[in-house]
């Protein structure tokens, strides 16, 4: 059965930094592309950063938004990814998901999905 923990969610206030870890467990990391998606009540969801297979290995994604503030790092030993988010916007505040079971580049065909971590940022 394929796990997806998140954690390291929190408050901070703009400008900080929060680094977020989703756990995995029941398939072989590298197998799926993998990566974080954001919730916002009443938005659509948003994939913020995606992971490819390790067979097809590319430049991580990063929506425009994140780019040059988030970092994606996958640690295979540990069965971890891993989501560095500096400069924190008031806009980043969601819930962010951990998502995998696909093969695109952007993980827009995830197929599990972990129960996520809030982050809120104030002004």
């Known amino acids: 059965e394929v796990q997806l923990q998140a954690s390291g969610g929190g408050s901070v206030q703009a400008g900080g930094s929060l680094t977020l870890s989703c756990a995995t467990s029941?398939?072989?990391?590298?197998?799926?592309?993998i990566g974080w998606y954001r919730q916002v009540p009443g938005k659509r969801s948003e994939a913020v950063s995606c992971?490819?297979?390790?067979?097809?290995?590319?430049?991580?994604y990063y929506v425009d938004s994140v780019l040059g503030r988030f970092t994606i790092t996958r640690d295979y030993d540990k069965n971890t990814v891993y989501l560095q988010m500096n400069s924190l916007k008031p806009d980043d505040t969601a819930l962010y998901l951990c998502?995998?079971?696909?093969?695109?580049?952007?993980?827009?065909?995830?197929?599990?999905w972990g129960q996520g971590t809030l982050v809120t940022v104030s002004s």
């Open positions: 998502a995998t079971g696909g093969t695109w580049y952007d993980c827009r065909d995830a197929a599990y």
């Open positions: 029941g398939f072989t990391l590298g197998d799926f592309a």
């Open positions: 992971l490819s297979m390790q067979s097809s290995p590319g430049d991580p």
